[in-house]
């Protein structure tokens, strides 16, 4: 891989790019790396991040009293 100098970078910037790497938990390198590849389209989206929903009305939803009585069927025939 290539190398770069950025150079002219004021310490204002510098420190902001630097706060805000610690806060994410990353260098100020990969931040930086990470600005350059979504300003120029390049970013990947993470496979199996995007939540789906479109089948949710086929489905339903437990409200509390149905979860606490089906949670206590699976107990009782759960083998011990």
């Known amino acids: ?3 770069l100098t950025i ?3 004021e ?5 902001k790019l630097k ?3 610690r806060k994410q938990g990353k260098s100020v390198n990969n931040l930086i ?9 390049l970013k990947k989206e993470k496979k199996f991040s995007r939540k789906y929903d479109d089948l949710d ?4 939803r437990w409200n509390d009293d ?4 089906n ?7 759960a083998p011990n």
């Open 1 to 3: 891989m290539k190398a």
């Open 7 to 9: 150079r002219g970078v």
């Open 11 to 15: 310490p204002e910037v510098a420190e």
């Open 19 to 21: 706060i805000a790497a």
């Open 33 to 41: 790396l990470e600005f350059i590849k979504i300003s120029l389209g």
């Open 57 to 60: 009305a086929l489905f339903g």
């Open 66 to 69: 149905e979860f606490k009585k």
């Open 71 to 77: 949670k206590q069927l699976n107990n009782q025939a």
